[in-house]
Every structure is written in C-alpha cells, then in structure tokens.
C-alpha cells in the first residue's frame, strides 16, 4: 500500500495519518520516490527538500504518537512555489540576480502550512518574477506538462500544477496575480483556486521594500488540487491570520462537508471579443447540465463585462509596473520575459496622475456593477480561457497577437483587479488535452464555488495523477 500513497488525496492521505492507518513518513517516501521518477521529466520542482521533508515527518508522526493536536494537513506531503518564503532558502522567483536571495524567515504561506502539519517536500518553478502564462526561465529552466510535454503547463504556478498533476505532492501552493492559480489549473487537469483578495495571508520577510498597490490589491495566494475536498483542506490550513500581513480578512470556514446549495447560476459559454474554441464552450454547457441536474437554476445571461475588466488590468497594473518595476524586469528578467513585458507594454497606454486616479475610480465601479449582479446571480459558470492550453512559448513567436492572448485570458485577468475569487474546476479530457470550466462568485463566496464544484466533480472523470506523456 504505501508504494502507491503518492496517488493518494490530500484528504485521504490526512484521514489514514491522524487515524494511524498509515504514517506521514511512509506518505513522505512514497511522494519523494515519486518525485525522483518523474520530476526528471517535468522540472516542476526545481527547489527538492527531501531530507527537510523526511525530518518533518517523521516529527509529525512523533506528535501524533504523542497525542498533540493535529492540523488539517497533518503529516500530508505539498509542494510551495519558489516566490514565497522557505526560511534558509532562496526565493528566487525564477531570477538569476536572485538565485542567492535568502530568506530570513519563513513567509506566511510556509508558516501557516507548517502549523497545519504539512510536510514540504519541495519549491516549484515559475517564469522570471512570476510573470507570465508560460513557466520557463534561466535559472531553473523549463517547466513541461505532464499531459503533453509540447504544451504549457500554465503559469505562473506551471511548477505547481504540472507537480500536483503528476502526483508529486497532494496540493501545490501557487499564487494569482492575473490567473496564475486558475490558468495553470486549467492547464493540467486540477481544480485551483484564487481566494478572495485577503482570505490568505501572503508577507515575505525577504522583501526589500513594500509592493505596489495596485498589486497588493490584486495578488492573492491558493492551492491546486486533485479534489474539492482537498482545496477545502488547503484552504483551512492556508488561511489562518499572520499579523505581518496588513490586508489578510477573516473569512467564513471552509466547511470539509458543506452540501451543495442550489443558486441561480449565470453561464457564459462564448467569449465577449473573438472567437471561442468549440471545446471551450461545450465543456461550459455540459457542466451547465450538471449543475441543472443538481437543482441549479441554469441560464445563458451575460454577466458585467469580463473584457473590460480585463482592459482596466492591463491599464491599470500596466502603469503601475511603468512606475518602476519595469526597469527591474528589463534589467534582471530573462529575454522571454523582457520579449512578453515589451509587448504588454505597448498596449499600456501611460496615463498621467488624474487619468490614472480616474481608471484607479473606474474600478469601483466595475466591482459595483459585478457585486449587485451576484445579488441575482451568485453562480457565474465560464471559461477559464478562451482557447485550449497554448503551446510552448506562444507568446514568444516574432509574429505573437498579445492583445488577442490577453482577450483570450479575460476569464483569467479580470477577477484580480476586482479582489473577486475565481474557481477553475477539471471536466474531462479531449484530444490528450484536458478541459475545464471556471465557477465566479461574489466576495467571499469560496463555498458557494465549492459546493457546485463538487457537483461538476462528481459527473466528470475522476482526476488522477497521471505519468509525464
């Protein structure tokens, strides 16, 4: 049995650890032999900690021995991403200038997970400053999917998702600026979710100054799973306060066996600009069905424009990554980072101190118009792209559409400018490839989306680790 604990859930893993049935330790071995077979393969995780992972366990056995309370994750293997704090490591965030960038302390994520009882098993990839939908850079090279190693793996959690896919670990820790959670999740099968802005607590001791607002407004951390349970268990164990965090909010419990609630649910199955891929939108009416099924009142009503929030990002982070970060970027990003930021660049149009206090306004009420159509509509069922997974380095061919790709992501980008959470959700499999479908909600919400979440979880495939194709 414990030769197969690497395909284990979170959940299930946690269950037979606090039970006794089986032992974090043999959970552990079980995930690094796996990690060792097909990590090779994949480059998810660039940053392994076995011998941390096995001490750590091995502690979580002693304590469970010893009658201690046990957290959510107890003893359960995970896997964090390398732009968040590991006390004594470096947080690289995919850059060379910072390979020797040493954390002091551990962040909130690896504290609150450690307190949980999860067990670290290593750091993941991400592209240089975690800034694109494609995760490769010159540090730590190329990270593939494990479903077809031709395609992206997401980004900028593509470490995360293409590990967690693959078994290595029950849940990755990934973080959500413009999709990072959700597109990667997309990407290789999984559920991801980007809480609402606050719910998690995200401080890095090592930061050297504050970031900006606009980001700070809109990054969030979460986790990518196998199971809805298992995003439940993450969320609980992530989300407890750090007071070095100024933005982390009390949020409602994330309930491990909350029943489906049947709300009225807005679908909107083809994109606002350009085209939609066939499978896209039929992924989004066939879990539609389920959920009408389900007791769901399903109907395709367009929601408040996804295309214009994702505009407003675009103008508003734009400037603000003008303001200063984009000289850090052109001088110690990679020549594909440098090659995507140049063309985000020209589609940012700068804008002066009241113009962009204005679009800064202009955001508000965006947020209004979505919050009072949640009011009649809690359940926004859409895509999580456009498109099916892009190819390897899509946006860097010479001839790249970039204002087309971020059209094509809106579902993606438009959620984190409004501090709205988002849940991609898997729904099969077409072509070698998987599809997916992404549940919006009103603030605080997360349940909502998880318990029609697991209403699609339970019609769709079971998700599975799966070997590196």
């Not at 991801?192 to 995200?202: D, E, F, W, Y």
Request: glycine share 10%; aromatic share 6%.
């Amino acid at each position: 049995m414990s030769d197969d604990l690497w395909s284990w859930t979170a959940s299930d893993l946690a269950t037979g650890i606090a039970a006794g049935a089986i032992s974090s330790e043999e959970a552990t071995l079980s995930a690094l032999a796996r990690m060792e077979a097909v990590n090779p393969a994949l480059n998810a995780v660039v940053d392994p900690l076995p011998e941390a992972a096995l001490e750590a366990a091995r502690a979580a056995d002693a304590a469970r021995a010893a009658g201690a309370p046990l957290g959510p994750l107890h003893g359960v293997p995970v896997t964090v991403k390398v732009n968040v704090d590991y006390a004594g490591r470096a947080t690289t965030n995919g850059v060379v200038a910072l390979k020797d960038h040493i954390a002091p302390a551990d962040g909130s994520v690896v504290r609150n997970l450690r307190a949980a009882g999860a067990v670290i098993l290593g750091r993941t990839n991400t592209p240089a400053f975690s800034y694109r939908w494609f995760t490769e850079n010159d540090l730590h090279g190329e990270t593939r999917n494990p479903w077809n190693a031709g395609v992206t793996p997401g980004g900028s959690s593509g470490g995360a998702s293409s590990a967690t896919a693959a078994g290595v670990g029950a849940m990755g820790h990934g973080n959500d600026i413009g999709g990072s959670v959700r597109y990667p999740a997309y990407c290789c099968g999984l559920f991801g979710l980007r809480p609402t802005s606050g719910v998690i607590p995200a401080f890095n001791p090592s930061q050297t100054a504050e970031r900006p607002i606009v980001s700070q407004m809109s990054s969030v951390q979460g986790p990518l799973a196998r199971s809805v349970a298992d995003i439940r268990l993450s969320m609980t164990a992530m989300a407890p306060r750090d007071p070095r965090d100024v933005w982390w909010t009390p949020s409602p419990a994330f309930d491990p066996v909350a029943v489906h609630r049947p709300c009225r649910v807005a679908v909107l199955a083809e994109a606002e600009a350009g085209p939609t891929d066939p499978v896209v939108s039929a992924a989004i009416r066939r879990a539609a069905g389920w959920l009408a099924d389900a007791g769901y009142e399903v109907e395709e009503v367009a929601p408040p424009s996804l295309e214009e929030a994702a505009q407003l990002w675009v103008q508003i982070l734009g400037n603000e990554i003008l303001g200063g970060f984009y000289d850090t970027l052109v001088t110690h990003g990679d020549d594909r980072v440098r090659h995507s930021a140049g063309y985000l660049m020209r589609k940012v149009t700068e804008l002066g101190r009241a113009e962009f206090l204005a679009a800064f306004g202009r955001r508000s009420t965006l947020l209004r118009q979505w919050l009072t159509f949640f009011e009649d509509w809690p359940l926004v069922l859409t895509a999580s792209g456009w498109q099916r997974p892009y190819p390897l380095g899509h946006d860097q061919k010479p001839d790249a559409d970039l204002p087309t790709l971020f059209s094509e992501l809106s579902p993606m980008i438009a959620p984190p400018i409004l501090g709205l959470p988002g849940l991609a959700v898997p729904t099969g499999e077409e072509g070698g490839l998987p599809t997916g479908v992404q549940l919006l909600a009103g603030r605080f919400q997360e349940n909502l989306m998880l318990s029609a979440g697991a209403v699609i979880e339970a019609r769709a495939p079971a998700v599975r680790p799966i070997d590196p194709r």
